[in-house]
């Protein structure tokens, strides 16, 4: 298995940020430009409840139009963006029928669900693993940590939990950019799209050919027999997590380390495999989870 085709660009991404419209501190056309101006291939306005926006270019930048509702439950809330939704999204979509019917509206408007900072909302593995049809979650999100939020950006952990039990999501980075004095065009995706239209990035994102960061690039993650290896940008560290607590191979430690590999061990019902590339600065990378086929 390659995750990635050899040679095909990437393009970066921003899939989740908030306007005027709501609650974001800038108008959509200089959200829009600060992204643009950032050098970004694509990004998908999110504002709560409304779909701001439609497909549109902007000077070589795609626009997709998205939408993000919220639930509350007991001891958390649930935030699901959706990317890339049609207008009939603002007629199908309401608070009262709860969040999988959210999932299936945006579904049926054409879109993609994402699990929005799991980590921010204190989802719990029961939550994220009762949900279904979600494209992938959001692994890092900038604007929840200081000083905008207490630091719950990176959902890590959590989504490690949820992949242990059997609910292995594709993961992204965004910003959720709502105040833009640093909270935007932080954390990004890469994609391999066979073109920048709306139909070529969705597709694209339902097959998981992307992955997260906040800087470093990974170039190649394979899995041939037992061995997850991994190509990058030189990288002051390399991880591998799995559903294993303990191995002795989880860290490549630089400086400037652009390979390594890890053993599956099937005697320890290792189920998937998540790549982390950390550089020198701190930034991460996120692979998708390999899961190991049995
Ligand atoms: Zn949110
Ligand atoms: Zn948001």
Known sequence: MRMFEQGKPFYKGNLHMHTTNTDGRLSLEDAIARYHDAGYDFICVTDHWKRTVGA???GGMLVLPGIEVDYFMASQVLH???????ETIVDTIDRKWGPQRGIDAIRAAGGLAVLAHPMWSLNTTE???SLKRLTAAEIY???SRPPWNGDRADATGVLDMAAANGCVLNTIAVDDAHYYNGDECYSFIRLQADTLTPESVSEALEKGAFYATQGPEIHQVTLEGD???VDCSPAARIL???????AKDRCAM?????HAEYQIRRDWCESFVRVIVEDEQGRRAWANPVVVPY
């Open 227 to 229: 061995t997850v290896s």
């Open 127 to 129: 939550t994220i693993c």
């Open 254 to 258: 630089g400086p400037g380390v652009t």
């Open 240 to 246: 591998f997590h799995s559903n294993r607590p303990y």
């Open 56 to 58: 549109e270019v902007h």
């Open 141 to 143: 999100n900038s604007t």
């Open 80 to 86: 699901i963006t959706g990317i890339n939704v049609d």
